[in-house]
């Protein structure tokens, strides 16, 4: 297992556009996160996954972005309606969880999306 | 609110010399605690965690935590600073329930010659 992966790794779009990303956790993990993060920032929560379940989503996380995890593997996260205040780095990552438990957080390299 | 803080946004130190970054959290109960470290325009690499148990963690690179109840604090310590150190250090906490990782702001190590 190579850890966690994104793609793609930059993405520069116009105002306006749609953009999706895709993660692909570590195989075994049934839990993933998305979190955001801007320059001089620490990552912000955005929203995560426990197997398909999207169990909490941050109040970051506007109407213009969705995140699917559909047969609780990879995972996409879209924006519409792309605006400059959306550029950022967006990074996954995933966990295991059980029984009450979670392990440490593996993160993956992360999407820098630039909105011009 | 939960909340982890980091009050040093940059630390510089000579090549050789000791480390410690400091990190704050406010949580009721005691949280699962971590640090990561971030080279440009890369992902998060974990450093160190702690669940429970022994108070003095180590953690890969050389690096060390020390968990303070009483201080709600767990400080990253390096005894002697490499010029590859030089990164952005960050700290993260999670509580029972979600456990979803929170991070402070980081604190950006510069490791002169």
């Known amino acids: 297992d190579t850890g966690v992966s994104q793609d793609p790794r930059h993405k520069i779009t116009k105002r306006g556009q749609n953009v999706t990303f895709r993660c692909d956790p570590i195989s075994e993990h049934n839990r993933l996160y998305w979190y955001r993060q801007t320059l001089g920032q620490g990552p912000e929560f955005l929203t995560y996954?426990?197997?398909?379940?999207?169990?909490?989503k941050s109040r970051l996380l506007s109407d213009r972005f969705s995140a699917e995890r559909p047969k609780g593997s990879f995972s996409t996260l879209e924006i519409q309606r792309t605006e400059q205040g959306d550029s950022a780095m967006y990074l996954c990552?995933?966990?295991?969880?059980?029984?009450?438990?979670?392990?440490?957080?593996?993160f993956g390299q992360g999407t820098r999306l630039t909105v011009v | 609110a939960q909340s982890v803080t980091q009050p040093d946004i940059h630390i510089t130190v000579s090549e050789g010399a000791s480390l410690e970054l400091r990190c704050n959290y406010s949580?009721?109960?005691?949280?699962?605690l971590f640090w990561y470290v971030q080279s440009p325009g890369q992902g998060l690499q974990l450093l160190l965690k702690?669940?429970?148990?022994?108070?003095l963690v180590q953690g890969i690179k050389g690096f060390e935590a020390e968990f303070k109840r009483s201080q709600s604090s767990f400080n990253l310590r390096k005894p002697s600073v490499h010029w590859s150190d030089a990164a952005e250090y960050f700290c993260?906490?999670?509580?029972?329930?979600?456990?979803?990782?929170?991070f402070g702001r980081g604190t950006s190590l510069i490791v002169h010659p």
């Open positions: 993260a906490a999670g509580e029972g329930g979600s456990y979803i990782p929170t």
């Open positions: 990552a995933s966990s295991l969880a059980r029984q009450g438990a979670v392990t440490e957080a593996f």
């Open positions: 702690y669940f429970s148990g022994d108070t």
């Open positions: 949580y009721g109960a005691t949280p699962y």
């Open positions: 996954f426990q197997n398909e379940a999207q169990l909490e």
